[in-house]
């Protein structure tokens, strides 16, 4: 399967700390995106980050993209209560003629206030 | 206030039958697509549309069909044949990248969850 994989699969930790959530994928792409879903609810882009970028911030959110390790990390620092959440990367692959996201399996992330 | 707009937000049917998933876009966006989710689990591409009259099986095609008649209008038929339909379904938009713009991010509706009897 090309689908990113995340781990971890579930993270729970205090408010005020920081969460660190990880992607990998298997084939190359042109960029990778985080998404938020609020639970019963639709997603939310956070963040895109091209294959030629390494590192990308916006607010409170990091991200990392390794391509030759084909990984790429989420970082939200400072947590708050109210990013309890799960986190879907979603990568867009170069090798096929398909035109359309494909999304990892999420990260549950329970910040506890 | 530009959005996705899916309904029914809830929707009950009996085994056997085919029911719609309405999503209707007004942000002017070319592309169009459905996902579905299980309960834990991530997104599972079922069908997209690049443009209207046409579009394109995702990964779970089977028991799915599509029409794209309008640019804003993407419906969904759940069919009888798709033998475990019980799922959150989910459906996205976006404008058409550009070399120069690189837009590529998707939008999504609140989604549509659906429970067979």
């Known amino acids: 399967s090309q689908q990113g994989e995340e781990d971890p699969q579930a993270l729970s930790i205090q408010e005020g700390e920081n969460a660190t959530m990880n992607c990998s994928y298997k084939?190359?792409?042109?960029?990778l995106q985080w998404y938020r879903q609020n639970s019963g609810r639709g997603l939310v882009h956070l963040i895109l980050?091209?294959?030629?970028?390494r590192e990308k911030h916006s607010g409170r959110l990091r991200v990392t993209l390794d391509t030759s390790k084909k990984s790429s990390s989420l970082l939200i620092t400072a947590s708050r209560a109210a990013d309890t959440a799960s986190y879907f990367c979603a990568t867009d692959f170069m090798d096929t003629g398909r035109r359309a996201l494909t999304f990892g399996s999420g990260t549950r992330l329970q910040v506890q206030p | 206030d530009g959005g996705i707009t899916q309904s029914p937000k809830y929707l009950f049917r009996k085994e056997g039958q085919n029911v719609t998933l309405s999503c209707e876009q007004n942000?002017?966006?070319?592309?169009m697509y459905w996902y579905r989710q299980d309960p834990g689990q991530g997104l599972r591409l079922i069908y997209y549309s690049q443009i209207v009259n046409d579009f394109q099986k995702g990964d779970i095609a089977e028991g799915y069909s599509v029409s794209r008649e309008k640019k804003e209008s993407f419906p969904l038929t759940v069919t009888s044949a798709q033998k475990n339909p019980t799922a959150f379904y989910l459906c996205a938009s976006k404008r058409q990248s550009t070399a120069l713009s690189g837009a590529n991010v998707l939008t999504f509706g609140a989604g549509s969850r659906l429970t067979v009897l």
């Open positions: 980050i091209r294959s030629n970028e």
């Open positions: 942000l002017n966006h070319d592309a």
């Open positions: 084939t190359s792409i042109n960029n």
